[in-house]
């Protein structure tokens, strides 16, 4: 950690804040108040910023600063589609790699299922949203392009974001363990075309769920 640029730092700190919703959607980034808060100079501070911008995490407003993104359904269904797109394009490589890769990343996908059973008994949501999202960030690292995994960062940021900041509580929890198991066990087994249509139907559902929830609450309101 020590030998990364504090710029980079700065802005895994920022993120972290964020998507754990410390720092509110809409809510504006005061440079000043931010430097003091983190004791550091302002040029590491502003490549932050312009990182997270460029992340689409941050929006920054001709004349009016830095904000966080507010995430709309319509953007919920563009982030959800994408990791789509990615996850599958991962997988089919993944399968097409050698078997020792496809047993690596098998076993820290064991370990990752393993430890969100256990959250998911405490009811520990900010835990399960960031295992969610360790697994499905392991299975595209597990291919071993450096490029999709910096891509697949972000959109797990975003949906972390869109998880804990429309107070989802994950209304499927008695599913979630089992979806991921499921993804688990079809790659394990090789079965290409299983597994592309188990990471299809649990985007599919993810998505229901966040807008459904979010509709519900305009209601309520």
């Not at 802005?11 to 108040?33: M, N, T, W």
């Not at 008994?121 to 399960?128: E, G, L, P, R, V």
């Not at 697994?135 to 697949?152: T, W």
Request: proline content about 2%.
């Amino acid at each position: 950690m020590e030998g990364r640029p504090t710029s980079q730092l700065i802005a895994d700190h920022l993120r972290e804040q964020i998507v754990l919703g410390h720092i509110r959607p809409g809510q504006q980034i005061k440079e000043s108040r931010l430097a003091s808060q983190l004791n550091r100079s302002r040029g590491p501070l502003r490549e932050a910023l312009q990182r997270l911008c460029q992340e689409g995490i941050l929006i920054s407003r001709r004349n009016r600063g830095v904000f966080v993104t507010e995430i709309t359904t319509h953007d919920l269904k563009e982030i959800y589609e994408v990791r789509e797109s990615l996850e599958s394009a991962a997988a089919s490589r993944l399968l097409a790699g050698s078997p020792k890769q496809i047993q690596d990343t098998c076993e820290v996908l064991k370990e990752i299922v393993a430890d969100l059973e256990e959250q998911v008994t405490a009811s520990k949501w900010q835990t399960i949203a960031r295992l969610d999202m360790q697994f499905h960030s392991s299975l595209v690292a597990g291919m071993g392009n450096s490029r999709f995994i910096r891509i697949y960062e972000t959109l797990a940021a975003e949906s972390r974001m869109c998880i804990l900041n429309l107070e989802v509580s994950y209304p499927r929890v008695d599913d979630l363990v089992k979806e991921h198991q499921n993804i688990l066990d079809l790659l394990e087994a090789g079965d290409r075309n299983g597994l592309l249509k188990s990471i299809k139907r649990h985007m599919q559902k993810a998505v229901e769920d966040l807008t459904a929830t979010e509709q519900d609450k305009r209601i309520i309101a």
